[in-house]
C-alpha cells in the first residue's frame, strides 16, 4: 500500500529525526588500536558528559575497559588525538582530567605511568609502544607560566606496571612542534617529524631518523627529507626494516619507500609507490591519523582519497588497486598483520562503523561496533551527491548537495526549498558524504544543504589546498556564495532563503560572507572566529602562527587582518545571526563570540547567542547538541516563516 503524502511547506515538514536521537547517534568513534589479539577503539560518548570510553573486542566478544569517570582524551595541541595505545590485551592511555599516562593489564586497574602534574599542565600524545625496551615513546607538551609550551619526543618506562618508579626521558628537543614517531620492528631506528612556526604541519615538515642502541638510547638524528615546502604523513616501517612515508613533494601525498639500506644516503631518493592522482596523506590536525598499513609481510593497503571520494586499495609494484568495499569514506586504517584490516567507514546511507575485512580471504565485511539505530527509513535518507560548479578568478569549487528528502511529504510545486551552506573547519578539511544525522536533520524537515569543499580543502592536491593561502576570508567566501547560486540558477533552492552556517573556521567563513556580501539571510556560527587579530594573539601554540599562511605575517599585515575582519565590518551585516559558543574554549575564545554579539546589537541586527558551561572547541554533552540544533531549527523557522499552512 502507497502511503499518501501530505503536502507542507518546506521547512516545516514533521521530521523522524529528533535532535535527541541525533545526539544518541553522535557516538564518535576514534582512537583505533589493532593488536594480535584485540581490537581497542575509542567511543566519544554525548551521554556520558562527552567522555571517551575504551572499548576492547576480542575473540568475538565485546568489553568496557574502562569505567566511568576515566575519560581517554588529551589536549596536547588542543586537538589531542594519539591518547591511546594498545599492546596484546594491555592498553595504554592518556586521562583527561589529570593530564597523565596510564597502564591497565587485562583484568587489573589502571597504574600511573607518569609522575603526578604539579604547576602548569603537562600533556602526551601520539603514544607508541617500543617492547624492545619495555616504554612507551610519546609527544610531551610541556606548559609554563611564561611563553608558549615546550614540545619533546620523550620515553615512558613501563617499569611502575611491576612496582617500578615513574622515569621519563628526554629522546629529542629543541623542535616547535613533534609528531608522528615510529619504531623499526627490531627496535634499532626511531624515525618522527618536526616542524616550526609559522608551518603548519601540512605546509612543510622534516622527517627524521636516528639508531637506537641496545638500551634504547638513541643517536645523532639524520634529516631523511622534508622542507619548508614538503609535508611528510605517516612514517612508519614495514616488517623488513624500510621506512615508508607519505609525501606531497609531487602535489599529491603519494606513499613512498626508502630501503634500510639508504637510511644515511640522502642522495637515494625514495620509491614512490602510489604515482597516481589521489591524496594519500591528510593534514594532521591531531595525532595518530593513519592511512596506510602493512597487513600480512610484505603486502600494503592504503586509503586514498580523489574528489571528495575514499577508497581503499592494494599497494604492490608501483600501482594501486581498489578493492571494494561500500564505504566513501574511510579514516583510521590499521592491521593486526595476520591479513585483516580494520578501518573507520561511512557511506551516504550508513553513520561511521568500524569494520574488519581481509582482502585475501573472502572480503566479507564484518562490523564490530555496536551502532543507535535511527528512526529513519531508507526512503528518508538523502545522500550527497557531489556538484563542481563556477567560481571567481576561473576556479572550480566543489560540494555534496543534499536535496529535502522525507517520504511522508511533498512540497507546494511554485516552491524551492530553503538552503544551507554548510562550512567544514580546519580550513584544510574536507567535506565527504558519509551519512550524517547532523544533515539528515535538516533534510527530513524540507531544507537542502551543500557542504561546500571551497579552495583550501584538502583532497584535490596541494596547489588546491593552497589557493587559500594568503587568501582566507576571500576564496573560501567566493567558493560558498558561488555554491548558493549556482544551486540556485538550477532551480534547486530558494534564492531568497540562504543560511550559511559553520563552526571554528567554519564560523569564521560564515560571518566573513555575512560581513562582506549580501548572498545570504541568516547565518549561524558555532565557535567562530570574528576578530583576526585577536585570533593571532590570543590562541594557542599549535595554531598561534596559522594566519601567517591564511592572512599574512602579524603584525607586519595588520591591515589585512583588520580588513578581514567579520568584527570590523559588522555594520555590513542586515540579517539576523545566531552564535553558539563553549565557554572553556581555549581555541576560539568565547570573547570572539561575544564582541560579535555586541557590534550587532550596537546596530539593531536581530541575533541569539547561546553558550554552554563546561564545554570546549564543539559541543560533547547530548543535551547541549540537542539544544544547539533545536535552537537553530527554531532560528531558521522563524527566519524564514516557515510554518505549516
Known amino acids: 500500500m502507497t502511503m499518501e503524502k501530505k503536502r507542507a511547506a518546506y521547512g516545516a515538514w514533521k521530521s523522524p529525526l529528533s535532535g ?30 562527552g567522555r571517551t570510553a575504551i572499548v576492547e573486542w576480542h575473540e568475538g566478544e565485546r568489553f568496557e575497559r574502562l569505567a566511568s569517570p576515566w575519560n581517554v582524551r588529551t589536549r596536547v595541541h588542543e586537538y589531542g588525538g594519539g591518547a591511546m595505545v594498545a599492546s596484546n590485551r594491555d592498553l595504554y592511555f592518556s586521562h583527561f582530567s589529570d593530564g597523565r599516562v596510564y597502564g591497565q593489564a587485562w583484568g587489573k586497574a589502571p597504574v600511573a605511568l607518569t609522575p603526578e602534574i604539579k604547576g602548569p599542565r603537562v ?32 620515553s615512558i618506562s613501563l617499569a611502575p606496571l611491576s612496582g617500578g618508579l615513574p622515569k621519563i626521558d628526554i629522546l629529542a628537543q629543541g623542535e616547535d612542534f613533534y609528531a608522528s614517531p615510529a619504531i623499526s620492528p627490531d627496535g634499532r631506528h626511531l624515525a618522527w617529524l618536526t616542524w616550526s612556526h609559522p608551518n603548519m604541519p601540512w605546509d612543510g615538515t622534516e622527517l627524521w631518523l636516528a639508531d637506537m642502541d641496545d638500551k634504547g638510547h638513541v643517536g645523532t638524528p639524520a634529516l631523511i627529507t622534508g622542507s619548508q615546502e614538503e609535508s611528510i604523513f605517516q612514517p612508519g616501517f614495514d616488517t623488513e626494516g624500510h621506512l615508508i612515508f607519505a609525501t606531497d613533494r609531487s602535489d599529491w601525498w603519494h606513499l613512498v619507500r626508502k630501503q634500510k639500506a639508504d637510511f644515511h644516503r640522502p642522495e637515494v631518493e625514495p620509491e614512490d609507490l602510489t604515482p597516481i592522482d589521489a591524496e594519500f596523506g ?39 588497486t581498489t578493492y571494494e568495499v561500500p564505504y566513501s569514506t574511510i579514516d583510521a586504517i590499521r592491521s593486526d598483520g595476520k591479513g585483516n584490516i580494520y578501518f573507520i567507514g561511512g557511506s551516504p546511507t550508513k553513520a561511521r562503523e568500524l569494520v574488519s575485512f581481509n582482502p585475501t580471504d573472502d572480503s566479507t565485511i564484518r562490523i564490530l561496533n555496536e551502532t543507535q ?16 560548479f563556477p567560481s571567481a578568478d576561473q576556479r572550480l569549487a566543489h560540494a555534496f548537495f543534499y536535496a529535502p528528502q522525507n517520504n511522508r511529504y511533498a512540497h507546494f510545486e511554485t516552491e524551492s526549498p530553503p538552503l544551507i551552506v554548510k562550512i567544514h573547519g580546519g580550513p584544510t578539511g574536507c567535506a565527504g558524504n558519509a551519512f550524517d544525522p547532523g544533515i539528515q536533520f535538516w533534510t527530513t524537515r524540507g531544507f537542502a544543504v551543500v557542504d561546500v569543499n571551497y579552495g583550501g580543502s584538502t583532497g584535490y592536491g596541494r596547489a588546491y589546498r593552497e589557493t587559500l593561502k594568503g587568501n582566507w576570508g576571500i576564496v573560501d567566501v567566493e567558493d560558498c556564495v558561488a555554491a548558493a547560486e549556482y544551486l540556485s540558477k538550477n532551480g534547486h533552492v530558494d534564492p531568497k532563503r540562504r543560511a550559511i552556517r559553520g563552526g571554528s573556521a567554519g564560523g569564521y567563513t560564515t560571518l566573513a560572507a555575512l560581513a562582506f556580501t549580501d548572498a545570504f539571510q541568516a547565518g549561524a556560527s558555532h565557535f567562530g572566529v570574528a576578530d583576526l587579530e585577536a585570533l593571532a594573539r590570543d590562541t594557542h601554540k599549535f595554531e598561534s602562527r596559522y594566519l601567517d599562511g591564511l592572512v599574512g605575517p602579524y603584525p607586519e599585515r595588520k591591515d589585512l587582518y583588520q580588513a578581514r575582519a567579520p568584527l570590523n565590518s559588522a555594520h555590513k551585516i542586515q540579517c539576523p545571526v545566531i552564535f553558539f559558543q563553549g565557554l572553556e574554549d581555549k581555541v576560539v575564545p568565547p570573547n570572539q563570540a561575544e564582541l560579535m554579539v555586541a557590534a550587532l546589537n550596537e546596530n539593531n541586527i536581530p541575533n541569539e547567542y547561546i553558550t554552554f558551561e563546561g564545554e570546549g572547541h564543539g559541543f560533547r554533552r547530548a543535551e547541549n547538541i540537542v539544544t544547539a540544533l533545536e535552537t537553530e531549527l527554531r532560528f531558521y523557522q522563524q527566519t524564514f516563516g516557515l510554518t505549516d499552512p
Open 20 to 49: 535527541d536521537a541525533v545526539a544518541k547517534a553522535s557516538i564518535r568513534l576514534s582512537e583505533l588500536s589493532v593488536t594480535s589479539s584485540s581490537v581497542f577503539w575509542g567511543e566519544v560518548r554525548p551521554n556520558e558528559g
Open 123 to 154: 600533556g602526551f600524545a601520539d603514544l607508541k609502544v617500543d617492547r624492545n625496551h619495555n616504554r612507551l615513546i610519546a609527544v610531551r607538551e610541556s606548559h609554563r607560566e611564561d611563553g608558549e609550551p615546550t614540545a619533546a619526543l620523550v
Open 282 to 320: 591528510l593534514p594532521q590536525w591531531v595525532f595518530g591519523m593513519s592511512t596506510w598499513v602493512e597487513f600480512e609481510p610484505g603486502k600494503l593497503a592504503s586509503a586514498y582519497t580523489q574528489n571528495g571520494q575514499w577508497y581503499v586499495g592494494r599497494v604492490a609494484d608501483g600501482a594501486v
Open 373 to 388: 539505530p535511527l528512526p529513519l527509513e531508507d526512503e528518508c535518507v538523502s545522500c550527497g551527491v557531489p556538484v563542481s
